[in-house]
């Protein structure tokens, strides 16, 4: 069984924060979580899911989009087997579900190459 659980969506109003949490379990990730490289997507109704921010194994790397470049923060704790997104000065355009994702390759940028998926978190933010 194969768990990534996302939470600490939530309403917010422009311009504040949200901390984002995914943490994995199940017989996959144990012992091995840190042989996966981690993302954030979101998608925004009537929107394809686009890429947010991933992180490398070791958490060295890391990738943000341009349009969150200086306000997302992407970490991860591979002793807890869990990665997180650190998001402030948001906006209105960043309202979507939030999906956290595992991939055995790659990183972490292109959605075809992650092998599990969230259920997602809603993320709103109004003006």
């Known amino acids: 069984q194969v768990q990534l659980v996302e939470s600490g969506g939530g309403w917010v109003q422009a311009g504040g924060s949200l901390r984002l949490s995914c943490a994995a379990s199940?017989?996959?990730?144990?012992?091995?979580?840190?042989?996966?490289?981690m993302g954030w997507f979101r998608q925004a109704l009537g929107k394809e899911r686009e890429f947010v921010a991933a992180?490398?194994?070791?958490?060295?790397?890391?990738y943000n989009a341009d349009s969150v470049k200086g306000r997302f923060t992407v970490s991860r704790d591979n002793a807890k087997s869990t990665v997180y997104l650190q998001m402030n000065s948001l906006k209105p355009e960043d309202t979507a579900v939030y999906y956290c994702?595992?991939?055995?390759?790659?990183?972490?940028?292109?959605?075809?190459?992650?092998?599990?998926w969230g259920q997602g978190t809603q993320v709103t933010v109004s003006s």
């Open positions: 994702g595992a991939a055995r390759e790659g990183t972490g940028i292109a959605r075809d190459r992650y092998d599990y």
């Open positions: 992180i490398g194994r070791s958490g060295g790397r890391a």
């Open positions: 199940g017989r996959t990730f144990t012992g091995t979580f840190s042989s996966y490289t």
